[in-house]
């Protein structure tokens, strides 16, 4: 059971402490052990043993004590259980109090048996992991503003619409922040009048603000932000920036303790005319409150706050519902009279703003009691809720944001909320794949599947005892599948006089098999009730107590493919990955989460749809790719998204009611985490909107109408996708051989954000552009298949114009229908975000090299390193603006792509290895960022990965390199090692026994934080 698992700040100086045996006080350092669990709050004790060194006048600022327990749970001599201290993962080699921390550092209290004076961390029952920062609080978006000295009329402008408060509470907001500047530029007068219009003024200051966290990274990556004010602020990336509506953001992601600033070179002005106003439901989801519309939609309330009204809604945010005491929610979410009662608290059957509410004491709600409204220094309370955002103004009412969950003074007359049995836990679990080791006497142990009812027992924590059936024999020591005989539970053992025993039952249903013989999956609840017996049953109605656990999440030790494989029904999908030549790619890169079908789900396809998919190896390939999305998506990430990118650049969209889990409107049965990513099992196959498949009309991307998939904005299966704007193709069909869809002519697509042949669309796999329906050079598009275009000049299929003959398309960089963008070669580009360093580089016909140079040369220009290197293109990828850049100098620490004629050879240590250095006092360094770097060794000899990166330490998360080039564009990455995920690099490496860094070669490393590398 983890009591604490958070971050800590330590300042300088001690604090005072008093052991429990003792009556004088000791000074402590904060920077110790001790000083960090005592900033934790939690309770514990130590003694101490009379064995200081020095004076015992309690002056001393260093001390050695025995730590004794923490929160109640004792060290036990008998069972020989005790509280570790271990520092980064290492043992403390002194006493607590003695060891010190520094920043972050990461300090472990472990209760764990004893075994040669070390932990034995299998059997680990409580922990308390504590992360070590000195960081002081963070400033709010006020504040901030207020520091940087250059938003004096932004700031004046919130006080005269009151809404500094708002700005300064828990949020998260994103604010785009016009400077003075920006304001001083409007006409003349404008700020003046607006200043006397706070109406107007307010509108326009909401127009400025999203409801969520958004940084810069965000906002590139998104064509529209739903601000506070309710219209859509319209974002656009260009080469001179990113622009939203009309500003530009001239600096990003300045962090606050409640959101982010971005700041913008002009005041935003919301469209002309007020857009048809949204009613409750829709303006909650365009604010958020993810929670409170997850409870509305559990108690049937949803169409009740979309009727005519009018109403008042006040909101708890999902933080507010967060706070609730843990397992509350789950609980209320599994009781829906209960909760539909809790919500009706939070309306009132009228249209009040908030002066109204201000001017009033109770309001009556529609769940029949009052609620009081108290107004003080702090703000306006309603109950012991403060709103923290009023007058959002909807079509049928008005929606004010609130800071906690009101609960009614009193339950409604006809329920009946009286608990007639002890809760002993209630919560959830998470299960690894393995076993437990289970001691059931001085001399009997047993190993037990972590996936059973006994695992799951035991991943709570609680103290429970378990002995082995009678009917078991042989020896049985360190056999799994063993079956247990359940004796009590917290101490609360069976009971022969009074017939009481604890009963399993799984899914409200009794277990079919003894305890510890029953299997658990993801999403099962469990309960385990102490009751007497009536026909073999648990008479739950008799229960005195009872622990409640839901399985959240399992996690395998084996990868994708490796998990799949275990799981008899999944071998469809093995098998297909195994067609599509995807084993490989989902089983040692990553990571990844890849909604599986089952076999069930490919049952469900058509018998000739399933044929057509089996006999089609690039159709397969790009069905199962459709499953994809990079990056590691937890149970709990998962149920905070509205929609996640797949790798093709599709948008899939996230759906959540109450434990229910829909991606593409299609349910997620169950979830399992392994070493590379996260396996969600689905129960239908998703189908691409652009494979030609059938498909259930229930699956959607992007903006859907009518069950037509359109991966952008498309009525009635008619193709617009995004910015396509007359040119001169009118209703799909193509003429004079020129496309203009989005913006193209002369073969040189500009599809939405695409100019000269630089693709930035995102929807793209395997090189095969499927943007706009385009597959290997035939344009499907509109009503053009097979490269037979009528109009133009073509002959027998041919395109001539736009530079394009027998369907394949040179222009704009791209041969054989493979787009190349001028930014790729492994084909897996989505929208500019490079996922796991296969993003690379234009599509030239010739062999690409990932090199690196470990010095600084006196001469560092292109022209002189590579006179003598016949290459077609040169090129590197800058992080911090997710392109690539031509290259005029070579520097150390980058990593570059070269490309070269079919045949040429290319080796960089050979290329530079005479080169003169220059002679530097200080060695060379260079900032890196979030995201995937493309780095090279930082010295002149090969070493192991983790001392060629030592100086970003844990700031990484994954590592890719060297590039091995084959023939004619083609190759892969030598080695992949992972750090921090199941250890460091030197332990979690693919490809080799130990990864090494070599000099003059090119490596991807994916950074979790910004760091200096040198």
């Known amino acids: 059971m983890v009591l604490y698992n958070d971050t800590v700040v330590l300042t300088e100086g001690n604090f005072t402490f008093t052991p429990s045996n003792a009556s004088v006080s000791y000074e402590i350092s904060n920077f110790t052990d001790m000083g960090a669990l005592y900033a934790t709050g939690l309770d514990f004790k130590v003694t101490d043993p009379g064995k200081m060194a020095g004076e015992m006048n309690g002056n001393m600022t260093e001390k050695t004590f025995v730590l004794e327990s923490i929160e109640g749970y004792q060290n036990n001599n008998e069972t020989q259980e005790k509280w570790f201290i271990l520092i980064n993962g290492v043992l403390a080699t002194e006493n607590i109090g003695m060891n010190p921390v520094n920043a972050s550092d990461t300090v472990s209290f472990v209760y764990a048996p004893e075994e040669a004076g070390r932990p034995v961390l299998e059997g680990e029952k409580y922990l308390v992991e504590i992360g070590i920062s000195t960081e002081t609080q963070m400033p709010d978006i006020i504040e901030t503003a207020t520091q940087a000295g250059n938003f004096t009329t932004l ?3 919130l006080n005269a619409t009151n809404l500094t408060d708002t700005f300064k509470g828990e949020g998260p907001f994103t604010v785009f922040a016009p400077t003075d500047e920006a304001f001083a530029a409007l006409p003349n007068g404008t700020v003046e009048g607006l200043f006397n219009d706070t109406e107007a003024l307010k509108n326009i200051l909401l127009y400025h603000v999203a409801g969520e966290k958004l940084t810069a990274e965000d906002v590139a990556n998104m ?3 739903t601000t506070l004010q309710g219209s859509e602020l319209p974002v656009n990336v260009t080469e001179e920036g990113v622009f939203v509506g009309d500003a530009r953001i ?12 971005h700041i913008i070179d002009a005041v935003l002005i919301p469209p002309a005319g007020p857009s048809e106003r949204k009613d409750i439901i829709e303006t909650a989801t365009s604010k958020g409150f993810k929670t409170f519309r997850a409870a509305l939609n559990a108690t049937n309330l949803t169409d009740t706050l979309k009727g005519e009204g009018p109403f008042t809604v006040f909101a708890p945010t999902d933080k507010a519902f967060a706070a609730l005491p843990n397992g509350t929610l789950k609980a209320l979410l599994n009781d829906t009279e209960a909760l539909k009662n809790i919500l009706l608290y939070h309306v009132a059957g009228e249209k009040l703003t908030a002066e109204d509410v201000a001017n009033m004491t109770n309001i009556t709600t529609l769940q029949g009691s009052e609620l009081p409204v108290n107004v003080t220094e702090e703000g306006v309370f309603v109950g012991d809720a403060k709103i923290i955002l009023q007058d959002l103004n909807a079509s049928n009412g008005v929606l004010h944001a609130i800071d906690a969950v009101l609960i ?18 209630n919560d959830t679990v998470s299960l690894n794949e393995g076993n437990v080791k289970f001691r059931e006497n001085i001399t009997r142990k047993y190993t037990v599947d972590n996936f059973t009812d006994f695992g799951a027992l035991y991943a709570t924590g609680l103290d429970f005892n378990a002995s082995l059936m009678q009917n078991m024999t042989g020896n049985m020591t360190n056999m799994t599948n063993v079956s247990f005989f359940l004796g009590s539970i917290e101490g609360i053992r069976n009971n022969n006089t009074t017939g009481e025993k604890w009963f399993v039952y799984i899914n409200g249903v009794p277990a079919e098999e003894n305890f510890g013989m029953n299997n658990v999956n993801y999403g099962d609840k469990l309960s385990f009730w102490y009751t007497t017996e009536e026909d073999g049953k648990a008479a739950i109605e008799n229960a005195t107590y009872v622990a409640n656990i839901t399985v959240a999440d399992l996690m395998a030790r084996a990868n994708i493919i490796q998990e799949a494989q275990n799981q008899t029904s999944l071998t469809t999908f093995v098998n297909a990955t195994e067609t599509a030549n995807l084993t490989q790619t989902l089983n040692e890169t990553g990571p990844y989460t890849v909604c599986i079908p089952s076999n069930e789900a490919f049952d469900k396809l058509p018998a000739t749809t399933r044929n057509e998919l089996m006999n089609n190896t690039t159709l397969l390939r790009e069905v199962l790719s459709y499953h994809v999305i990079s990056g590691r998506f937890t149970r709990e990430q998962l149920i905070g998204m509205k929609n996640v990118t797949n790798i093709q650049g599709n948008v899939l969209q996230i759906n959540t009611i109450g434990n229910s889990i829909t991606i593409q409107n299609v349910n997620i049965t169950q979830i399992i985490i392994v070493n590379n990513g996260v396996i969600c099992i689905i129960d239908r196959v998703l189908i691409p909107p652009d494979s030609g498949l059938p498909f259930d009309g229930n699956q959607t991307d992007g903006n859907q109408i009518d069950g037509n998939q359109t991966d952008g904005n498309q009525i009635d299966g008619n193709q617009t996708d995004g910015n396509q704007t007359d040119g ?17 002519t002369d073969g040189n697509q500009t599809d939405g954000n695409q100019i000269d042949g630089n693709q930035i669309d995102g929807n793209q796999i395997d090189g095969n552009q499927t943007d706009g329906n385009q597959t290997d050079g035939n344009q499907t598009d509109g009503n053009q298949t097979d490269g037979n ?46 996922t796991d360093g296969n993003q690379t580089v234009e599509d030239k016909t010739g062999d690409w090299h990932f090199f690196s140079i470990p010095f600084e040369a006196n001469n560092t220009s292109v022209d002189y390193l590579l006179s003598d290197v016949n290459y077609t293109s040169l090129i590197y990828y800058n992080v911090s603006t997710k392109l690539y850049e031509d290259v005029s100098d070579i520097e150390p620490l980058k990593g570059y792509w070269i490309n070269v004629p079919n045949g040429t050879e290319f080796n960089s240590s050979e290329q530079f290895a005479s080169v003169e250095k220059k002679q530097v006092t200080v060695p060379p360094s260079l900032q890196v960022y979030p995201g995937w770097n493309a780095l090279g060794s930082p010295v002149n000899e090969t070493v ?7 100086s970003l330490n844990d700031s990484y998360a994954k590592i890719m390199g060297p590039w091995v080039p084959g023939s004619n564009t083609t190759g892969y990455y030598q080695y992949v090692g992972y750090n921090g995920i199941n250890g460091t690099i030197a332990e979690n490496q693919l490809g080799a026994d130990e990864f090494k860094v070599e000099p003059y070669q090119g490596y991807w490393v994916f950074m979790r934080q910004e760091n200096l590398y040198a």
């Open 944 to 950: 192991p990965a983790e001392a060629a990166f030592i």
């Open 250 to 261: 001239v600096m990003q992601d300045v962090e606050t303790s409640n959101g982010v600033i």
């Open 155 to 157: 700031l004046a402008a």
């Open 223 to 225: 064509t529209n932000i």
């Open 728 to 744: 001169n193709q009118t209703d799909g069909n193509q003429t004079d051989g020129n496309q203009t869809d989005g913006n193209q």
């Open 408 to 425: 009614p003074p009193e339950p409604a007359p006809e329920q009946n909320l009286t608990v007639l049995y002890n809760v002993l836990y």
């Open 789 to 834: 275009q009528t109009d133009g000049n073509q002959t027998d299929g041919n395109q001539t114009d736009g530079n394009q003959t027998d369907g394949n398309q040179t222009d704009g960089n791209q041969t054989d229908g493979n787009q190349t963008d001028g930014n790729q070669i492994d084909g897996n580009q989505t929208d500019g975000n490079q």
